[in-house]
């Protein structure tokens, strides 16, 4: 099932998420729905505060990136079909000297921004299959995981973009929260309650 993608604006967004129990209901459901989800927005990651749940869950599959510029044969091989669901994580360390990428967000539609992030990225997570594992990544996978574990904590990349930069796109995210937004894809747009 194909479930609307919650929209910048949205305090689920900016939540810091909590972690679940093996015993999580629908939980293999939920992660289907996920993938679809992701699939038919053509991105490369998800996380769960996207679908307007609060958990520490995400998912990454980086097939689409794998036409990127500038890519060695090595990480082409390991991006291609690099599919993976990351259940209550945490990074462990980042390592190395920062590097820019243009980044954009399913949120956040239309903007794209340099993001810098360092290149390495440790992290412990269990699997689908409620494995425990802790694995170093580092390119282009290392920073999606580093962009879906940002959610999960609350953060979103606009958040990491220089003080020039967000005051050009303010107008533009404001935009968005209302709900003027161009997306090929079903958002779900924040309505707050109206005080009695
Ligand atoms: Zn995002």
């Given at each position: 099932m194909i479930?609307?993608?919650?929209?910048?604006?949205?305090?689920?967004?900016?939540?810091?998420a909590?972690?679940?129990?093996?015993?999580?209901?629908?939980?293999s459901?939920?992660?289907?729905?996920?993938?679809?989800?992701?699939?038919?927005a053509?991105?490369?990651?998800?996380?769960a505060p996207?679908?307007?749940?609060?958990?520490?869950?995400f998912i990454?599959d980086?097939?689409?990136?794998?036409?990127?510029?500038?890519?060695?044969?090595?990480?082409?091989?390991?991006?291609?079909?690099?599919?993976?669901?990351?259940?209550?994580?945490?990074?462990?360390e980042?390592?190395?000297?920062?590097?820019?990428?243009?980044?954009g967000?399913?949120?956040?539609?239309?903007?794209?921004?340099?993001?810098?992030?360092?290149?390495?990225?440790?992290?412990?997570?269990?699997?689908?299959?409620?494995?425990?594992?802790?694995?170093?990544?580092?390119?282009?996978?290392?920073?999606?995981?580093?962009?879906?574990?940002?959610?999960?904590?609350?953060?979103?990349?606009?958040?990491?973009?220089?003080?020039?930069?967000?005051?050009?796109?303010?107008?533009?995210?404001e935009?968005?929260?209302?709900?003027?937004v161009d997306?090929?894809?079903?958002?779900?747009?924040?309505?707050?309650r109206?005080?009695?």
């Amino acid at each position: 099932m194909i479930l609307p993608i919650v929209a910048y604006g949205d305090p689920v967004l900016r939540r810091e998420a909590e972690e679940i129990g093996q015993d999580y209901e629908n939980l293999s459901v939920l992660i289907d729905n996920m993938f679809e989800t992701m699939e038919q927005a053509n991105g490369v990651g998800l996380a769960a505060p996207q679908i307007d749940l609060s958990i520490r869950l995400f998912i990454v599959d980086t097939t689409p990136f794998v036409d990127s510029k500038g890519l060695s044969e090595e990480e082409k091989n390991e991006m291609n079909g690099f599919r993976e669901v990351f259940i209550n994580p945490i990074v462990i360390e980042e390592e190395g000297k920062p590097w820019a990428f243009e980044e954009g967000c399913l949120s956040i539609p239309g903007i794209n921004e340099d993001v810098r992030r360092k290149p390495t990225v440790t992290i412990e997570y269990y699997n689908r299959e409620w494995q425990l594992i802790e694995k170093t990544f580092s390119g282009l996978i290392a920073r999606v995981i580093q962009h879906e574990y940002d959610h999960i904590e609350g953060v979103l990349f606009t958040d990491k973009i220089n003080a020039l930069k967000r005051r050009l796109i303010s107008r533009k995210l404001e935009s968005i929260s209302k709900g003027i937004v161009d997306a090929n894809y079903q958002m779900k747009f924040y309505k707050p309650r109206k005080a009695k």
